[in-house]
């Protein structure tokens, strides 16, 4: 009887991975309707927050009570993190793959370790200066730099992509003060909310109103924001609650692999093999420094 609750949160949390995975699906569309990556990023950040908030104010209204200088924190993570880690992750999509985009995002977590190193002095192991190497030799596989450097991603795209990575690293930075005093909800609301402000006053997302009298923008918007982010939020953090952090990030890793088929699938991306050799190294790179963090909590 007890191996079934275990079994719910491994899928809940596999869930919530499989929805930010589905991400490319929703955004195409887009594309093809004229919007442009930052037009996107608003879409996402405002449908995003308007259910974010339905969602607290009719279950978790309690929750919304901050402190007013915690509001610096989330707005940090909602402009600097949140808003731009999309759009870098958004624009090598539109100018790559899917398939390359999600896979230098994932370089992620080997920020989130370097950062945390410079910030709240973690020890850096030599299980994570193997992840970093594990990520660095995968990234270069799949842009194209190895074998034998013959680059077929431009600068630029590379650039971005590594970019997005950083940025999303961003998020655990500034918010890691607030998460003793916050529940994750709290914390995704108000960051979101900032990233919602914040695009509403840089997108042309307003002269682009017309765009919404057809039928296939509001679905793609609508799916973006309830399955690839409210779901997949609230999905990975019920799951959390019941298991340690170190399996639920390993778990995470399902995202790159289940955006990498959809690109396959349904994008027409192609992968040559030692891009999918590349893409394998970035995975572990990630599962090695989520295993880390997890042994850590153990012996605590």
Known sequence: ?????????????????VCWGLIGLFIAPLY???FTAWDVVAIRGIFSFIFLLLVMV??????????????????SAGIFSLALFNYFYFEVFSQSSLSLAVTLLYTGPLFVTILSRIFFKEPLTIRKGWALAFAITGCAFVVGLLPLGSQSIPGKTLFMGILSGFCYALYSIFTKPVTKRYSALTITTYTFFYTSIFMLLTSDIFGKVDKFQYADVWISALLLALVSTVAAYVLYTSGLKYLEAGKASILATIEPIVAVLMGVLFLHDQLHGWQVLGIVLVLYSAILVAGGRYRKLKRG
């Open 1 to 17: 009887m007890e191996t079934q609750p275990g079994l719910r949160v491994y899928l809940m949390t596999i869930a919530g991975a």
């Open 32 to 34: 093809a309707r004229g």
């Open 58 to 75: 009719l279950f978790f209204r309690d929750q919304l009570r901050t402190r007013l200088k915690d509001h610096l924190f989330f707005a």
